[in-house]
């Protein structure tokens, strides 16, 4: 892309050099003619005005009072008069490749001014080279600034690409890494929307799955123990059947049993015990500058050794969009803080704002809805990101503004990967 970028604006930059310098490079020679010409024309002029000055007064026709007009090295004058023949001065020979101008005499006669045009060329060829030059000059200004663009246009490109690709891979996480470029960012902001739209899908889907899976469940429960009594009906035909049925049934809740437990694992893909109280101090460094920009402060307070079941990349994710909402909306000194709930981990967020507005409160996760202006995908990607992992996220209280994230507690199984210190030194 970069290449494609820079070959173009450098062919763009040729093309206008050449179509520019091409006529400006003749057009100053001709101009530097012109004027040796003009000059050498004046010359010729004076030195009829003289001559004439000289036959009025009644004079004979004398060159050496003419002589300081003809160019030195190589310059000639030759007069051709009507009854006295032809009368020359030089000085010096102008060689084969001259200029020679013409001026006309009062009493008929003929002024021929001659000089050589190796001057001119000289003069010509300087002018050249200096448009050649402003050619050159204008190309490798052209080709820094094809460089410059083509860098910044082909590095946001290649981003856009990347989260593109993330995006396609399954990773719905916001980016809020803009170029710009107003169209670029335009994309940025949709792959955004379209990040936040597919993971609500994906996890309305999942929930689909659980929720028509003990349904379905409930019902074979059901069916099932109406089987095992017609199993010991005293026909044995009736039996038999009853038995058959009872063993698809049995069947049949496996599969649903296997399918539950598959959407209970999908919702909960990639999440492991994590150390909050070492994940979310490090997350919080990345926005306490950002805070103390504004003059304001971020408290955290997390237990030691307190473990959640959760992805590391979805709750940094999830946390920053609260933490950025604070930033954007709130006011205040932010407060990040997790504690041991009853059968879940908590974790809160809040700030010493004006708090949620009433008439939003109702509808603040849903995406696009905004109370400041923002594109509202934010806390709806947040909450996406944290019920993917099994947990939920509310809104405890509106002023101040205080959002609370539930995790799932680690199971006993899930310890046995953890790897715990031990002291190396004996008792």
């Known amino acids: 892309m970069r290449r494609r970028i820079l070959a ?28 040796k010409r003009a000059e050498l024309k004046t010359r010729a002029q004076q030195i ?11 004079r004979p026709v004398d060159l050496e009072g003419v002589r ?40 008929q006669g003929l002024v021929e001014l001659s000089a050589p045009a190796a001057d001119l060329r000289a003069r010509q060829t300087e002018v050249g ?44 996480r916001a980016d809020s890494r803009r170029h710009g470029v107003h169209e670029l960012d335009r994309v940025a902001e949709a792959l955004d929307a379209s990040a936040c739209a597919l993971a609500q899908l994906m996890q309305r889907e999942r929930n689909l799955v659980g929720d028509v899976s003990h349904q379905l469940r409930s019902r074979l429960t059901a069916l099932h123990l109406r089987l095992e009594g017609l199993a010991v009906h005293p026909d044995p035909g009736t039996a038999a059947e009853a038995q058959a049925a009872l063993e698809q ?31 979310l101090p490090v997350l919080a460094e990345d926005w306490r500058e950002l805070l103390r920009a504004e003059g304001r402060t971020l408290r955290v307070r997390v237990p030691k050794g307190l473990l959640a079941r959760a992805t590391p990349a979805r709750l940094r994710e999830a946390i920053g969009v609260l933490l950025d909402n604070a930033l954007q909306h709130g006011g205040g000194t932010v407060t990040l803080s997790a504690r041991l709930g009853e059968g ?6 809040a700030d010493a704002g004006t708090g949620v507005p009433d008439e939003l409160v109702p509808h603040i996760f849903e995406r696009g809805v905004s109370g400041s202006g923002s594109t509202g995908v934010g806390l709806a990607l947040a909450r996406a990101l944290v019920e993917a992992d099994g947990g939920r996220l509310e809104l405890s209280s509106k002023r101040p503004a ?5 995790l799932r507690v680690p199971r006993a199984d899930d310890l046995l990967s953890v790897s715990w210190q031990t002291e190396r030194a004996p008792r």
């Not at 930059?13 to 101009?31: E, I, K, Q």
């Open 249 to 279: 049934a049995e069947r049949l809740s496996g599969a649903l049993d296997e399918l539950l437990a598959a959407a209970r694992a999908a919702r909960q893909e990639g999440a492991f015990p994590v150390d909050l109280s070492e994940e």
């Open 129 to 172: 080279l200096l448009v050649g030059l402003l050619v050159v000059l204008s190309v490798g200004v052209g080709m820094i600034a094809a460089s410059l663009t083509a860098h910044r246009l082909a590095e946001p490109l290649q981003h856009v690409a990347r989260r593109a690709a993330r995006l396609g891979a399954g990773d719905f």
């Open 8 to 35: 173009g604006t450098l062919l763009a930059v040729l093309v206008t050099a050449m179509v520019l310098g091409l006529p400006l490079g003749y057009t100053a020679m001709r101009v530097v003619e012109d004027t």
């Open 68 to 107: 300081i007009l003809v160019p030195p090295n190589g310059g000639r004058v030759v007069v051709r008069l009507p009854n006295n023949g032809v009368q020359s001065y030089e000085n010096g020979s102008p060689g084969t490749d001259a200029l020679t101008e013409t001026a006309p005499m009062v009493h």
């Open 344 to 349: 879940t981990v908590v974790v809160e967020v």
């Open 402 to 406: 205080t959002f609370v994230v539930f």
């Open 48 to 58: 009829a005005a003289t001559l004439d000055s000289q036959q009025a007064n009644g």
